[in-house]
């Protein structure tokens, strides 16, 4: 059997303490910040309304678990070594992921933020998917006549989708697109 | 007896028609499409077509819906043989001796035992579907507001603690589901809750675009920042299982069964709990423990089984509790409400033949499975090989109109951007996405339960634990969160093992 460790899921594999005592302060200040604008909250007392059904006593709750859960944390990640100054830094993806995540991220928010609603359905979609295809599959020392052709199949991918979700989705099924 | 078979009849004969046929061959063929590509989840795939199915009469949709969560999670095993890279996180555990089996030249083989362990693990599940549901919801329909209240907050803690990774993260994942179920009008005086004067927020967060945004939207960035994966395993021998497997480890596939089935059942745990505490279990009891992970057929066997009879153990507290077994199981009982089925307590009195059309649904949908685990073997290798680069662009425009087309709000694709924001950003911290989601659902049914729970009893804590069952449920929910603490746990193990070692 292979190792156990190499069973972990992605999720599973453990995340430095320095990682841990960073998440443990974002609960502790989100778990206040919840518990702080809950308690704000009227309870309709005065209306003869009962204080248990008061709109802040659930998050308040939930907000007060939280920072106990983010305190337990914080005390693991610095028993474990989180303020050490010989904890190791946490392996940093490579430049290469990195670019690549910011440009999926940046042209899905482009397509939402920018095409939805200024065009049809169909042609967003298609700019859409012809953009990010030619861009991912863009690749250095590439002949101008496989590019091309590349770009081509891209473009007719693109109006394949939007035009085949468009037909599927609000004639076939009536359901609305944005 | 006669009477519920008669039933059960109907429902199959109500199913026998080309039009709902139709609809179950695309289904299923779709299903498994979307859990053979690395990327795309059972989850997204039902969350998906809950938009599609919109239209549709009750029946067909969450017929249409079933044969997508079946297909997916059979279909994840065609990766994770031929590619070594689970389709869906429910077949992570088959990759150890799938892709093995698959490098032996024994790729078909390796399919073979995984259709057969999975028809069998969906039958087994389905066969205690039928017999644990009505049981199940008559226990339920004694259950008072203490008692839910229980239900909802062991959910949102044993789904912290059992489902992988680290328990403490969990339990946060989980109230922060809960917290944000909190925001928007609350039930009592419409007070809007952590809306900030936006209307659109007053609203509440839809749990179809969260649960887009999180499992679709996050595996669309997580897959594009990964490099491509070229090698594929080509060479393929028969599929036909042989009988001989099947006989053999018929131990390990009841035993599979059971473990699937019973992880099912737990709320939001799932097929990859179940597929690795199967794998975990026939290898403990094996003669032939060294072929773990190497290419060991009872191997593959178990983890094929558990996951697939997880499926229908995680719709027992569907239909029984409201309370969703698994991820793909959240978004089919969201489906359900959309349809304006009630799953809980009340079904099986409200629509009793929908207990039994759902069990139809199963068996239709994994003979469905089973003829197509023989047929799609060449097209499947074909559609594996589509490059990412083509096929993201594909799945985010779907997440897109998936999220817009329940309510038509534009809000909501902004509440699948963050979602998948948030998915993705936890991802990476090593949180598990399962608590978040059970917390999402289970946040209306918790703060309504313990209000009205409070307001019964005049705010004494008592009957939350004076009451049998949550006496029970309370201290199943304290033991597993002690049970989470290393020190503690490392201490009961060791006097275990002492108190052991002094009896022998």
Redesign the interface.
Known sequence: MADDAANLLPHEQPAPPRLDLFIAIFCLVFGTAAAALAYRMPTYANQGGEIYTAPGLVPGLYGAVLVLLGGWLGVRAIRQGALSPREAPAARPSDQVDRRLALAAGLCLVFVVGLLGRLPFWLAAAIFVATFTIIFEWQAGLGWRRRLRRALEAVLLGLATGITVTLVFERLFYVRLP | MFDSLGQLGAAFVGFMNPHTLFNVIWATFLGIVIGALPGLTATMGVALLT??????PHNEAIMVLICIYVGAIYGGSRSAILLNIPGT?AS??ST?DGYPLARQGLAGRAMGISTSGSWLGTLFGILCLALLTPVLSELALTFQSFEFFWISVFGVVVAGTLA???P??G??AG??G??IA?IGQ?P??N?Q??AFGFTDLAGGIGLLPALVGAYG?AE??QA???PAVKTISRTIDSIVPRIEDVLKYWRTIFRSGAIGVWIGILPGLGE?AAA?SSYAAA?RASKE?EK??RGSIEGLMAAETGEASSVPGAIIPVLTLALPGSAPSAVLMAAMMIHGLNPGPNLMIESPQFFYQIIAMLVIADMSKLIFGFVLVRPLIKILLV?R??L???V???C??GA??IT?R?FD??VM?VFG?IGFVM?E?????APLILGLVLGDL??KN??RG??LSS?SLLPFFTRPVCAVLSALTICSIIWSIPAVNASVRNLLRWTLAGRH
């Open positions: 938009t599609l199915t919109f239209s549709m996180p992570a555990a150890l992988g990774g680290d403490l993260k339990y946060i109230f922060l809960l917290f909190t609350e009592y005086y007070y809750r952590f939207v669309v960035l594009m920042r990964g990859d690795w290898r423990k773990f992970g490059p680069e083509r993201m662009p594909i985010f425009v779907l897109l109109v817009y087309a038509s534009v694709i902004y951007l924001l991802r911290l090593k949180f598990n996405m918790l703060e313990l209000t409070l307001v705010g």
